[in-house]
């Protein structure tokens, strides 16, 4: 994998990319930069051409524009046209799920595939709240201690019993910079005006891979599986037992699946 940047509409987008064959864009949550996913890209890119993106505001995108759900849109299709990709996958996790999301709405024609995991087509009264709770946080905890929080809401509690180490580990990942604690502020201040993308996505014909897990803290699990419901062309990938962290809890079963659906 190697680091690029280039120069969007909105200011400079940055990222990873590595691999051969069809490309993904792999889109990560709130405040999170491409190495949250780990060796999440490495090994899909064993298979695919993968395109990791630093969202609007953090990391090597933390410059220009302030983040929003459209201009997080254009960067994927300024990306996917600097690149010459007339077709790609996307892949997102949590905020990354809406972002990919609103990114096929707005380029149908481009988006083969879409994989969404733990993430909702609209801003509930629960989303809300669980927004209003992480934007307190953010404001009263150092961006360490964010992490550790955020991480404790992630991870179902089986699981983060069983691997406390590999928790821990991820909470370092996940654990803000300083310099992207304004742009996970300002990704916070934009969720939390409320998105609503349910008439769109009834049209939508993408073939859609939904996953969701059963004990998820975060995005309540209902409103993923209403998700599933309102795209045409969606298979649902549940499992039941783990939380947010779904690929991270269920390895690589939903690594398997998640390279077969991808084709």
């Given at each position: 994998?190697?680091t690029?940047t280039?120069?969007g509409p909105?200011?400079?987008?940055?990222?990873?990319?590595?691999?051969?064959?069809?490309?993904?864009?792999?889109?990560?949550?709130?405040?999170?930069s491409?190495?949250?996913?780990?060796?999440?890209?490495r090994i899909?890119a064993?298979?695919?051409?993968?395109?990791?993106?630093?969202n609007?505001g953090?990391?090597?995108?933390?410059?220009?524009?302030?983040?929003s759900?459209?201009?997080?849109?254009?960067?994927?299709l300024a990306?996917a046209?600097?690149?010459?990709?007339?077709s790609?996958?996307l892949?997102?996790?949590?905020?990354?799920g809406?972002i990919?999301?609103?990114?096929?709405?707005?380029s149908?024609?481009?988006?083969r595939?879409l994989?969404v995991?733990s993430?909702a087509?609209?801003l509930?009264?629960?989303?809300?709240?669980?927004?209003?709770l992480?934007?307190?946080?953010?404001?009263?905890?150092?961006?360490?201690?964010?992490?550790?929080?955020?991480?404790?809401?992630?991870f179902?509690?089986?699981?983060a019993?069983?691997?406390?180490?590999f928790?821990?580990?991820?909470?370092?990942?996940y654990g803000?910079?300083p310099?992207?604690?304004p742009?996970?502020?300002?990704?916070?201040?934009?969720?939390?005006?409320?998105?609503?993308?349910?008439?769109?996505l009834?049209?939508?014909?993408?073939?859609?891979?939904?996953m969701?897990?059963?004990r998820?803290?975060?995005?309540?699990?209902?409103?993923?599986?209403?998700?599933?419901?309102?795209l045409?062309?969606?298979?649902?990938?549940?499992?039941?037992?783990?939380?947010?962290s779904?690929l991270?809890e269920?390895?690589?079963?939903?690594?398997e699946?998640v390279?077969?659906?991808?084709?």
């Amino acid at each position: 994998m190697h680091t690029f940047t280039i120069h969007g509409p909105n200011g400079p987008v940055g990222g990873v990319d590595g691999g051969r064959g069809k490309a993904v864009f792999l889109i990560a949550g709130l405040g999170a930069s491409t190495r949250l996913w780990g060796e999440f890209p490495r090994i899909l890119a064993r298979s695919f051409r993968v395109l990791a993106l630093d969202n609007r505001g953090i990391g090597t995108s933390r410059e220009g524009e302030p983040f929003s759900l459209d201009r997080a849109a254009e960067d994927i299709l300024a990306v996917a046209q600097e690149f010459d990709l007339d077709s790609f996958a996307l892949l997102g996790a949590s905020l990354g799920g809406t972002i990919a999301l609103n990114t096929a709405l707005s380029s149908p024609q481009s988006v083969r595939r879409l994989v969404v995991i733990s993430c909702a087509p609209h801003l509930s009264e629960h989303g809300r709240k669980t927004l209003g709770l992480l934007d307190l946080l953010l404001q009263r905890l150092s961006p360490s201690e964010f992490g550790d929080a955020l991480m404790h809401l992630a991870f179902a509690p089986p699981f983060a019993a069983r691997h406390s180490e590999f928790v821990a580990e991820t909470s370092v990942l996940y654990g803000l910079a300083p310099e992207d604690v304004p742009g996970t502020q300002t990704q916070l201040n934009h969720l939390l005006k409320g998105w609503d993308l349910r008439d769109g996505l009834t049209q939508l014909k993408v073939p859609s891979l939904v996953m969701v897990g059963g004990r998820d803290a975060i995005v309540a699990p209902e409103e993923t599986r209403a998700l599933a419901n309102l795209l045409p062309k969606s298979d649902l990938f549940e499992d039941g037992n783990v939380g947010h962290s779904l690929l991270a809890e269920v390895g690589a079963t939903a690594l398997e699946y998640v390279r077969d659906f991808l084709g």
